[in-house]
């Protein structure tokens, strides 16, 4: 197959319209495959019969629904633990210093699927209570994926979610066993919320975010769209706040609204209106300068 074929034209710019995502050829192998479910429950067997059925008033959500098995929803709970523990023994502290007036941190999970990113942030804070007891911390995931952002908004997940990155002293400590399977609990989810939004839209409220995560987001965006999300990023993030991408993405070449962070780990300062005058412990380090 090839994206020449009128079908897959079809699916793949209803991808891009719905999400900004492109759908290039080496990815259409997984087209059929993602889209089995649907063509079981409809009783069809290829593409052409699943198009000719979207412009079916009796299939109102029918397009969504293809958006959503499209989409790659693939996380994990500390998807690439020495990030988290940079995040926790680096940027919070120094968010945590700045921010000592307020006591207010906001976080923002872009592209947060079924919520294992924002719950593990919460974790962060929750295992130092003497750091951040009288803290405000507010941290929202926003996904365009409803049926990730419901999974998100129960705090359930299998005991094999649960396994994939924390360990039994966390399960036990932040998780209660339900008929279900394994909930989060309150003293995590109080800190977090959840909203239906695209990285493409205008940022979500309240915006000048300390700590913007858009980790495995961007590589299926085609570079204007990548700039454009940037361009949002940027907008939501505060002048001396952080953006974390994904293990093995970058903002190099990409965009000049972010540059790298010394301490490394996909973590980047937005530029030009960031108090040159404040360093964190780790650029003070490198400049040889007293902390
Ligand atoms: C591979 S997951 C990454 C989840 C998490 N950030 C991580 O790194 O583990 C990518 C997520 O981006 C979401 N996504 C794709 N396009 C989006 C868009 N335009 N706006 C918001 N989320 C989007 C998908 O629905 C999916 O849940």
């Known amino acids: 197959v090839a994206l020449t074929d009128a079908s897959h034209r079809i699916v793949a710019d209803l991808l891009c319209a719905r999400t900004g995502q492109q759908l290039t050829d080496n990815r259409l192998w997984r087209v059929s495959s993602a889209l089995a479910?649907?063509?079981r429950?409809?009783?069809i067997s290829n593409l052409d019969q699943l198009v000719c059925l979207l412009g079916d008033a009796d299939e109102p959500d029918l397009a969504t629904q293809v958006v959503e098995a499209l989409l790659n929803n693939e996380t994990y709970f500390f998807r690439d633990h020495a990030y988290f523990s940079i995040l926790a023994d680096n940027v919070l502290p120094e968010i945590a210093r700045r921010r000592a007036a307020s006591?207010?941190?906001r976080i923002w999970s872009a592209g947060c699927?079924?919520?294992?990113e924002a719950l593990s942030l919460a974790m962060l804070f929750a295992a130092r209570p003497e750091c951040w007891a009288d803290w405000s911390i507010e941290i929202l995931g926003t996904d365009i994926s409803i049926r990730a952002l419901s999974v998100a908004a129960s705090g359930l997940y299998s005991q094999f979610e649960i396994q994939r990155g924390i360990s039994i002293g966390q399960m036990l400590q932040f998780f209660s066993e339900t008929p279900q399977g394994w909930q989060a609990n309150d003293a995590i989810r109080t800190m977090v919320r959840f909203?239906?939004?695209s990285v493409l839209d205008a940022p979500p409220h309240p915006g000048n975010f300390d700590l913007v995560l858009c980790r495995n987001v961007l590589l299926y965006f085609a570079p204007p769209t990548r700039r454009a999300v940037f361009e949002r990023l940027s907008q939501a993030t505060a002048a001396d706040g952080?953006?974390?991408l994904?293990?093995?993405e970058t903002v190099i070449g990409q965009t000049d609204l972010f540059v790298p962070a010394p301490c490394g780990a996909t973590l980047y300062h937005p530029v030009g209106n960031r108090p040159q005058t404040i360093r964190t412990p780790v650029e003070q380090a490198l400049?040889?300068?007293?902390?």
């Open 103 to 105: 006591k207010r941190i």
């Open 287 to 291: 400049a040889g300068l007293p902390a």
């Open 195 to 197: 909203k239906q939004a």
């Open 113 to 116: 699927s079924t919520g294992q």
């Open 37 to 39: 479910g649907i063509f």
């Open 41 to 43: 429950e409809r009783g």
């Open 246 to 248: 994904g293990a093995g």
């Open 242 to 244: 952080w953006l974390m």
